[in-house]
Structures are given as C-alpha cells and as structure tokens.
C-alpha cells in the first residue's frame, strides 16, 4: 500500500543538518506513526513520503521554505532587562510572549547588562534538514481516526473528544 492521504504511516527516522549534525532520531526508541495528510509533519517530508511503501528507505532534504521557513531578522527584539525582574534569566531559555500579534515563543539568545535579546523565530528556521527515513507500515485509517485527524493506538487514543 502507498503512503495517499488518510493513510497511517509508520516510520523511523532521523534528522539532521545538511552539514550532518543530528538533530532527532527515532531509532532508539518506538517508531513514529501520524496520518499522512494531516499536517503533522513539515511540508517537505510529508511530500516526500508520497507514494512509498512499507519497507522504503530514502533520504529526503527538505529546504527552510518546507520545513520552518527562513529566519526573518524583525523577529529578534531587545526588551529592557527589568520587564523580567525577579527572574534567573539565560540564554537559551525559551518562553511564551505576549506581542501585539498574540502569543508567540520566543527564546532568550543574549543578556546584557540591561537588555535581553529575545529571538522570535523557530530554532530550526532557515535551517535545510535532512531526513532518513525507513518506512516501516503504511495502513488505512480508522473511521475514527479520520474523525478525530490522528492515529489511535491499542485501546483508542486515551483521550477525550
């Protein structure tokens, strides 16, 4: 069976830099399963999928507009170091911001003495990925999953609706 929309896909893999850092990796633990077509994965690997079969292996590279999108420099904001009185603040934190467009994350990358430079960008954007991917299962899905638009294990999903 091909990996089409509305198929539950079952796959390890592993994620890396074009430059061969490793970012994720499935392998030494349980495989992945999503249904294909719901947007669970980026553009780019999902598109990639189309059309494999259990027992595929493949390397796809996924360029930043179909993974995380590129970076974009107006989301890297100074904010007065005393907005975050009688907080430990460090690099590398990551944390939810009120903008004037919503919620959004954001991640602190530097501290100056008074000044926090906080960047509102994905880690991985502008970033190309590299997948390797082994497609373990293809199987269609449930009426159920369909329904509530992701893969239910043994018993349900064990959860409510």
Same mark, same amino acid.
């Given at each position: 069976? #091909?990996? *089409?929309?509305?198929?539950?896909?079952?796959?390890?893999? /592993?994620?890396? /830099?074009?430059?061969?850092?490793?970012? $994720?990796?499935?392998?030494? +633990?349980?495989?992945?399963?999503? @249904? %294909?077509? #719901? %947007?669970? @994965?980026?553009?780019?690997? !999902?598109? *990639? @999928?189309?059309?494999?079969?259990?027992? $595929?292996?493949?390397? *796809? !590279?996924?360029?930043?507009?179909?993974?995380?999108?590129?970076? %974009?420099?107006?989301?890297? #904001? @100074?904010?007065?170091?005393?907005?975050?009185?009688?907080?430990?603040?460090?690099?590398?934190?990551?944390?939810?911001? /009120?903008?004037?467009? +919503? $919620?959004?994350?954001?991640?602190?990358?530097?501290? /100056?003495?008074?000044?926090?430079?906080?960047d509102g960008n994905h880690p991985l954007s502008g970033v190309t990925l590299k997948f390797d991917v082994e497609v373990l299962a293809v199987r269609d899905a449930t009426e159920e999953e369909l329904a509530h638009g992701h893969v239910h294990g043994e018993g349900g999903?064990? %959860? !409510?609706?």
């Amino acid at each position: 069976m #091909q990996i *089409a929309p509305n198929k539950v896909v079952t796959m390890h893999y /592993t994620v890396s /830099t074009k430059e061969d850092v490793q970012i $994720d990796s499935s392998r030494d +633990g349980n495989p992945m399963s999503f @249904l %294909h077509g #719901q %947007h669970f @994965l980026i553009k780019g690997l !999902e598109d *990639a @999928l189309v059309g494999k079969v259990a027992g $595929d292996k493949f390397v *796809a !590279e996924v360029a930043p507009e179909n993974a995380y999108g590129e970076r %974009h420099d107006e989301l890297i #904001q @100074l904010v007065p170091k005393s907005m975050f009185e009688g907080m430990d603040v460090e690099v590398g934190m990551q944390f939810r911001a /009120t903008t004037d467009d +919503g $919620d959004q994350s954001v991640m602190i990358i530097d501290i /100056t003495d008074d000044e926090v430079v906080v960047d509102g960008n994905h880690p991985l954007s502008g970033v190309t990925l590299k997948f390797d991917v082994e497609v373990l299962a293809v199987r269609d899905a449930t009426e159920e999953e369909l329904a509530h638009g992701h893969v239910h294990g043994e018993g349900g999903c064990g %959860h !409510e609706h």
